[in-house]
């Protein structure tokens, strides 16, 4: 993350000038925070929906920002919140299972207008969701969106080294899973 | 070779490449998508400029009831303290009548104690409200026999 940015950033925010604060975050980190969500929730109308409602917050919550944490985590870290309800929200409906989507992940991605990858893709993102979503948050980060141990764990308020565990055994069962469906094609 | 060893073969993750993501985002989607959240957030400030107060707001209703009740108090205390002293009336026994004896029932010390002799002279009492002629008519309809009757009165 740039650190001229964030510095342009806290600047404004300790002036006091929130709306032109706002616009920086905004133009600065909304597709990496779009990819952060979308490559947990996939479907592109949810992850837009959840886009817009981490911005709502963050302009709400912007002049109560005391410059603890960078802006960026701070940032990431709402996002990565609405997006945990979402998931939450969306387990308590019966009928939208994500259970199901998952098994039909991969027929369902390619039917998706939002994607043009193979099958292949398609069956490494049904991979992918198979994880545990704590998991999932933290091969997302490193993986699609190659972020530092450092970065993921002020982010996730985790340690790097349980981080790093966590990497692990998320690169082993998605190998795992996408080994066993080819298998069965 | 199937899908996974074509996959791996071309974009290995453990070699820390990934293959493309696959997933597109619709044309001019990030440029539109400022535009909504600024829209969405004129719309808020807009609320926040013109709060909408609840005709029957709890909290409005609430203070409305502590008021009252302080109020109240206020003029309770004023009241008591300030309103000049009224002597409720009292009675002593030389004002009671002779019926309210019978509801006070008062012994007969705790009248000699409270009545003078000829006080107590003109105090009517029950047995003299009835004549001997209504005594000898009652016992009469008792079936008492006349002559018992005339012995004894």
Redesign the interface.
Same mark, same amino acid.
């Given at each position: 993350m740039s650190e001229i940015l964030e510095k342009q950033i806290t600047d404004l925010i300790s002036r006091g000038d929130f709306d032109k604060a706002f616009g920086l975050i905004?133009?600065g980190f909304?597709?990496r925070l779009?990819?952060h969500i979308?490559?947990m929730i /996939?479907s592109?109308d949810d992850t837009?929906d959840i =886009?817009?409602n981490t $911005?709502?917050k963050i302009?709400r919550y912007l002049p109560k920002f005391e410059g603890r944490s960078q802006v960026y985590s701070w940032a990431y870290r709402i996002a990565t919140n609405e997006t945990l309800s979402f998931i939450e929200q969306k387990k308590r409906k019966p009928t939208e299972s994500l259970d199901k989507e998952e098994s039909y992940l991969a027929n369902s =991605?390619m039917a998706d207008e939002? $994607?043009?990858?193979?099958?292949?893709?398609? =069956? $490494?993102?049904e991979a992918v969701q198979s994880l545990p979503e704590k998991q999932r948050l933290v091969f997302n980060m490193k993986? $699609?969106q190659e972020m530092k141990y450092s970065e993921i764990s002020t982010v996730l308020e985790t340690s790097v080294g349980a981080l790093k565990a966590s990497y692990h055994h998320a690169?082993k069962k998605?190998?795992a899973f996408?080994?066993t469906?080819?298998?069965l /094609? | 070779m199937n899908n996974y060893d074509k996959h791996k073969n071309q974009n290995s993750f453990e070699e820390g490449a990934k293959p493309d993501s696959g997933l597109r985002v619709p044309n001019g989607y990030f440029e539109s998508f400022e535009k909504s959240i600024l829209a969405q957030i004129k719309e808020e400030t807009k609320k926040v400029e013109k709060p909408v107060v609840p005709l029957k707001s709890n909290r409005n209703y609430k203070r409305i009831i502590s008021v009252l009740a302080v109020a109240a108090a206020l003029i309770s205390a004023i009241m008591v303290f300030t309103a000049p002293d009224k002597v409720a009336p009292t009675s002593g026994f030389t004002e009671l009548e002779i019926t309210d004896w019978e509801v006070y029932d008062l012994d007969e010390y705790a009248l000699a104690e409270n009545f003078t002799l000829e006080e107590m002279d003109e105090i009517s009492f029950e047995e003299d409200y009835i004549s001997n002629q209504d005594i000898y008519e009652y016992l009469l309809e008792e079936n008492y026999s006349e002559i018992l009757l005339l012995e004894n009165l």
């Open positions: 905004m133009s909304k597709e779009y990819w979308r490559n /996939i592109h837009d =886009l817009q $911005f709502i302009w =991605l939002y $994607f043009d990858g193979d099958y292949a893709e398609a =069956l $490494f993102r993986y $699609f690169v998605v190998e996408v080994k469906k080819n298998t /094609i | -």
